[in-house]
């Protein structure tokens, strides 16, 4: 069951470079617990596999649906197209370009106060 999921999870719930092992009643992966800081945040937990495949699917969509972040009119790969078609539909114009800076701006003196 394990390795007919594996090809499911580029994407989805966990990467197959997080897998560490599996045998026929446990699952090791690595996960990173954020309340951890420094070396010890790359943590390794061991579910029982029953217990991972229920917490894999929950991350899987039915058939039909499309993850939001990769799909619809703010999708990266067609963003800018899909802006400007929007503003030519609607007759708005695009926002002026704003100018390139050559050089940054003069950093302002620090006051100092005489005691």
Avoid: C, W
């Avoid at 009119?73 to 503003?87: E, G």
């Amino acid at each position: 069951m394990l390795a007919y999921l594996s090809r499911y999870t580029h994407r989805v719930a966990i990467s197959n470079s997080r897998l560490i092992a599996a045998d026929a009643n446990t699952v090791a992966f690595r996960y990173k617990d954020y309340r951890r800081k420094g070396a010890n945040r790359q943590q390794i937990m061991r579910l029982a596999t029953g217990e991972f495949i229920r917490r894999f699917l929950i991350h899987v969509l039915p058939h039909g649906f499309h993850r939001i972040r990769h799909y619809g009119l703010f999708a990266n790969a067609a963003r800018a197209d899909n802006i400007a078609r929007i503003r030519g539909l609607l007759g708005v114009e695009p926002p002026p370009a704003q100018p390139e800076l050559t050089t940054p701006p003069p950093m302002p003196r620090p006051v100092r106060a005489f005691v």
